[in-house]
């Protein structure tokens, strides 16, 4: 997990913010599609791509941030 700690916590909050969120109007994509998977309607595979690509930013982000927090302990 080196490669995490390479990159800059800057650049992958803006790829949260930027690529995680957009498009940003109506609402943000990655909420609607948590919204399908909750109501049990996120059956085409497009949407699951779609689901995992907005998601990725954030699990990047959300593991780079953990890793932060392991290490200062």
Excluded: N, Q, S, Y
């Amino acid at each position: 997990m080196e490669f995490l700690d390479k990159i800059p916590l800057t650049i992958v909050v803006l790829a949260a913010l930027t690529l995680g969120l957009a498009p940003f109007v109506p609402e943000p994509h990655i909420w609607e599609k948590l919204k399908m998977l909750a109501a049990g309607v996120l059956t085409r595979p497009i949407d699951i791509f779609d689901l995992a690509l907005h998601a990725a930013p954030w699990l990047v982000l959300a593991a780079k941030l953990f890793r932060m927090l392991v290490a200062r302990a």
